[in-house]
């Protein structure tokens, strides 16, 4: 083995044991975390990691995504190439060129093509950059250093290729386009010359492979070429939004204002993010000025992280602290209250980070640990405590609505299904509408209904996401034993907040009911045949409007459009922003109950984005989007324009005579 | 020094209906609350406690579920909580219960030298307004009503400056510690209690002192020791609605004079 072989061997064997030292060093650092079980369901936890991780599905969802495949999954064969490259040059008898040429010639084609592509896909990630980032601090070194040592990369095995097929030591030349083009270039140099130049591309093509492992790797943002594949593995598999439960004993701390009282997983998320800039550009509080930023939070908790880390393994307190501070690696208290919990960044993330998690916590924290909130809040927190209701109204109205129906009690043996009414569809004038003809639907289609009465209690909804899980426990603890002494089997609500709380956070406490959402059950009862129409009611031009809770969060979007065409006879249209990626009206995660101070306002942008359509009618599934639109409208001027409820619009066809 | 808030248990009356045949409050499965305006005498007892050192102690009479409304006061940070329950208090009016209140009260400041005494301005149930200056009349205290700012606490000089809220104006008064002190909604935002407090708070003796301890002649305490007798209870009939300017053609004159109407009626200040 000649001098310079040892050396190799010595620096990729010293690189390699750097590598991991400093791999384990820093994912290492979310053991701080709280415990949490992410291995569960080993299968389908391999399956998404395959079809998002290595399947790149959601990277792709977005037009630019195309770009980021290609460097996945040249990556990923580059380093099988690489390995190749690296013991090849050490140990010349494991050189690929050994292979019978049905083998190596189509890996060498596969190679060029591949190095050919990255090239490509480095310019197109610098014409991204430079002139269209998602985010203006996106013109960073760190992003231009990564394309820039990709690139340098590929030009030195080019740089290799060319002067081994000009040597004449490589037999694959024909199956080498690109480097056989390179090559040309390189007709009129010495053989000395082309020693050299060979020599001088193998040390640079080595040199770049050794800064991304040695240091793009572990230190930055690039470690989520390992992380984000873990995070696929490690996705949240049942539904996302829901936030977990807390024990409340005494000695215990309650929310998170550290990153150690945030869970591992929390911590892995933010090392497995790579700054896309996705989820700011869904978030609508981002979007309308506010200053929340989810891409930000993420970077905050890296950062306050890896800045307290040291001290934390000493066992002191965090010297950077996680809320309130002004600094980097600090989240400000107005954008941990900004959030709306719609979904959206959960959606748009390539990789599953979980951002509203994070927030309820240090929601959780600020509520239940320091009693800091915004002040509009105190009302509905001791409104919901004490009479179970956002406005404390008298509990003995809750039934008050149902007075056209005549007494309507739950009983298990008589009724189909619980009515759910929700505090807005038995209090709010405007969704007592909704509510009534929700219950006529019902009577029409034979289906037998029951209401719970002043015994009913808040879902408790607004209170989980804005932190306050104690007093959602108690609510949610106090319906569910109702539901348990009552018999419920089948529940039919007409808000998602309800709808998505019973169906998803129940079940944590053990609760084992179907719930249905309005849209659904009216769409089946048409399908059945057990409800008929007359005839179909003209809305006039009609555009749908999705409900966060009930689309996003729980996959429902086709029911409601459907209900509308059966029910006019028209398709609704949609707005811009829709389905999957439809923007939040504003008062999800208890932001209804709050004032929007900063920035321009959610309800407006998503009024104007509908008005855009023309509608005469916005039709929405949910009472908080019904008062959200209908506000945002008034402010609009645009007293023509009617919001209504899916059930209002089947209720009129049902009462043409 | 003792700040002692007096807090009473009262039914949530905005759930309350009146039975129109026996004319009396229907208060079966009605939810207790705090007294509304007790929440504040008892924010502030917090406030002087933690601006001046002094020491914070809740008082309620009732009967013993009334616990229940003790264990808030301590959930949001009293020192003591102490509940004075006796069978033979039971059917109390304004008067027999300052009588009991006075008697815990000055128990109280043999050990300790009594600050300020903090009530409610009224109670919700009841309305009279009476209990807070009966306990000042029985003590002997400077009786401070309807406050809803404390300019200046000298503790020094022991005098207290405090500001109070008056039909169409503000009186600004001092005196002399020991005080007695009628709180009004304005006076400060109550605080919400943290869980750890909210658990905590389960956890903590609540003490109950009985007539045995406070040694009141039963002829002045409880239904014996009161003279008033309930009547009648009805819901007086509303007022007539009036209808003032024209908001269709000049909604800002309009405006203004509402402003006024409320104004004067004492609904709103400036």
């Given at each position: 083995m000649t001098s310079s072989k040892i050396l190799i061997l010595l620096l990729f064997s010293a690189s390699g044991l750097v590598f991991l030292w400093s791999l384990y060093r820093r994912l290492s650092l979310v053991q701080l975390g709280r415990d949490e079980n992410r291995l569960d369901r080993f299968g389908d936890r391999f399956s998404n990691m395959l079809l998002y991780a290595f399947g790149q599905k959601r990277v792709l969802a977005r037009p630019y995504g195309i770009n980021h495949a290609i460097f996945f999954w040249a990556c990923l064969f580059l380093v099988a190439v690489n390995l190749e490259f690296v013991l090849g040059g050490i140990f010349p008898a494991l050189h690929?060129?050994?292979?019978?040429?049905?083998?190596?010639?189509?890996?060498?084609?596969?190679?060029?093509i591949v190095s050919l592509m990255t090239l490509g896909a480095v310019v197109a990630a610098l014409v991204r950059r430079t002139f269209f980032p998602l985010y203006p601090e996106a013109r960073n070194f760190e992003g231009y250093f990564i394309v820039a040592v990709i690139a340098v990369h590929m030009l030195a095995y080019f740089g290799i290729n060319a002067t081994e097929l000009t040597l004449g030591q490589e037999r694959a030349g024909s199956w080498m386009p690109v480097s056989l083009f390179a090559s040309r270039f390189l007709a009129d140099v010495s053989p000395t010359g082309l020693e050299n130049l060979g020599a001088f591309s193998w040390w640079v093509h080595a040199l770049a492979l050794l800064v991304i492992f040695n240091y793009l790797i572990p230190y930055s943002k690039h470690l989520h070429v390992i992380t984000a594949i873990g995070n696929c593995f490690f996705r949240p598999l049942d539904n996302p939004g829901t936030p977990k439960r807390e024990t409340f004993e005494p000695g215990e701390n309650f929310g998170a204002d550290s990153v150690t009282k945030l869970t591992w997983k929390d911590l892995f998320d933010s090392l497995a993010c790579t700054e896309c800039g996705r989820c700011e550009e869904a978030c609508?509080?981002?979007?309308t000025g506010k200053t929340l930023n989810p891409r930000r939070l993420i970077h905050d908790i890296k950062v306050n992280l890896l800045g307290n880390a040291e001290e934390v393994k000493k066992?002191?307190?965090?010297?950077?602290?996680?809320?309130?501070?002004?600094?980097?690696?600090?989240?400000?208290?107005?954008?941990?209250?900004?959030?709306?919990t719609c979904g959206a960044c959960l959606e748009a993330c390539p990789v599953f980070i979980e951002?509203?998690?994070?927030?309820?916590?240090?929601?959780?924290?600020l509520v239940q640990e320091r009693a800091r909130f915004p002040e509009e809040l105190l009302n509905l927190f001791e409104n919901t405590e004490q009479r179970s209701n956002p406005w404390g109204m008298p509990p003995a109205d809750r039934a008050k609505w149902c007075s056209p129906f005549g007494d309507r009690p739950y009983d298990a043996e008589s009724c189909d299904y619980l009515f759910f009414v929700g505090c807005a569809g038995a209090y709010d004038n405007r969704s007592k509408h909704v509510t009534a003809a929700l219950g006529m639907i019902l009577d029409a289609a034979g289906v037998s209904w029951g209401i719970l009465g002043k015994e009913e209690l808040c879902c408790g909804d607004s209170l989980r996401k804005l932190g306050n899980e104690y007093v959602f426990d108690q609510l949610a603890r106090q319906n569910v034993s109702l539901f348990k002494e009552r018999g419920v089997k089948k529940i039919v609500t007409q808000c998602p907040h309800c709808f998505n709380t019973l169906k998803n956070d129940y079940r944590q406490y053990g609760v084992e009911v179907e719930v249905i959402h309005h849209s659904e059950l009216i769409l089946d009862l048409l399908e059945q045949g057990r409800l008929t129409?007359?005839?179909?009611?003209?809305?006039?031009?009609?555009?749908?409007?999705?409900?966060?809770?009930?689309?996003?969060?729980n996959g429902t979007f086709t029911a409601p459009r459907q209900v509308l065409?059966?029910?006019?006879?028209?398709?609704?249209?949609?707005?811009?922003?829709?389905?999957?990626?439809?923007?939040?009206?504003?008062?999800?995660?208890?932001?209804?109950?709050?004032?929007?101070?900063?920035?321009?306002?959610?309800?407006?942008?998503?009024?104007?984005?509908?008005?855009?359509?023309?509608?005469?009618?916005?039709?929405?599934?949910?009472?908080?989007?019904?008062?959200?639109?209908?506000?945002?409208?008034?402010?609009?001027?645009?007293?023509?324009?009617?919001?209504k409820d899916i059930a209002e619009v089947v209720a009129e066809s049902l009462n043409k005579s | 020094?003792?700040?002692?808030?007096?807090?009473?248990?009262?039914?949530?009356?905005?759930?309350?209906?009146?039975?129109?045949?026996?004319?009396?409050?229907?208060?079966?499965?009605?939810?207790?609350?705090?007294?509304?305006?007790?929440?504040?005498?008892?924010?502030?007892?917090?406030?002087?406690?933690?601006?001046?050192?002094?020491?914070?102690?809740?008082?309620?009479?009732?009967?013993?579920?009334a616990e229940a409304t003790l264990r808030k006061a301590c959930a949001v940070g009293v020192d003591e909580a102490i509940l004075l329950s006796d069978r033979c208090f039971g059917g109390a009016d304004t008067l027999a219960t300052s009588n009991v209140l006075s008697a815990a009260i000055e128990r109280l400041a043999q050990d300790e030298e009594l600050g300020i005494v903090f009530c409610g301005k009224q109670t919700i149930d009841g309305d009279t307004a009476q209990v807070g200056p009966g306990i000042a009349s029985r003590l002997g205290l400077q009786q401070l009503t309807l406050v809803d700012k404390i300019d200046h606490l000298d503790m020094e000089q022991k005098t207290i400056r405090v500001r109070r809220k008056l039909e169409g104006r503000h009186e600004i008064v001092e005196a002399p510690l020991p005080v007695m002190i009628t709180t009004v909604r304005e006076l400060n935002r109550p605080r919400y209690p943290t869980v750890p407090m909210r658990l905590a708070a389960q956890e903590v003796e609540v003490k109950t002192w009985d007539n045995n301890i406070l040694g009141l002649d039963p002829e002045t305490v409880g239904l014996k020791g009161s003279p008033t007798w309930v009547c009648?209870?009805?819901?007086?009939?509303?007022?007539?609605?009036?209808?003032?300017?024209?908001?269709?053609?000049?909604?800002?004159?309009?405006?203004?004079?509402?402003?006024?109407?409320?104004?004067?009626?004492?609904?709103l200040a400036v």
């Open positions: 690929l060129s050994h292979l019978p040429a049905f083998l190596y010639f189509p890996i060498r084609l596969i190679s060029d609508p509080a981002w979007h066992g002191n307190d965090p010297i950077l602290p996680l809320i309130g501070g002004s600094e980097e690696g600090s989240c400000q208290e107005e954008a941990i209250w900004d959030c709306t951002h509203p998690h994070k927030t309820i916590q240090m929601r959780r924290f129409l007359p005839g179909t009611v003209s809305q006039g031009r009609m555009v749908f409007h999705d409900s966060c809770y009930l689309g996003r969060h065409k059966k029910a006019t006879g028209q398709e609704p249209g949609d707005l811009t922003r829709n389905k999957e990626n439809g923007f939040c009206c504003g008062a999800g995660g208890g932001r209804m109950w709050m004032e929007e101070l900063s920035g321009t306002r959610i309800n407006l942008e998503r009024v104007k984005e509908a008005l855009q359509e023309k509608p005469d009618t916005i039709c929405v599934t949910c009472p908080y989007c019904m008062t959200m639109l209908g506000d945002g409208l008034k402010d609009e001027g645009e007293d023509q324009v009617r919001v | 020094m003792l700040a002692i808030a007096c807090i009473k248990q009262v039914p949530d009356t905005t759930q309350v209906q009146i039975d129109p045949e026996t004319n009396t409050l229907v208060l079966e499965g009605i939810p207790f609350i705090v007294n509304p305006y007790d929440t504040h005498a008892l924010e502030e007892s917090l406030r002087v406690r933690e601006t001046f050192g002094m020491r914070a102690i809740a008082l309620s009479m009732g009967p013993p579920n009648k209870i009805f819901s007086p009939d509303r007022d007539q609605g009036e209808i003032i300017g024209d908001g269709v053609n000049d909604p800002e004159g309009t405006a203004g004079l509402l402003i006024d109407k409320l104004l004067s009626k004492d609904l």
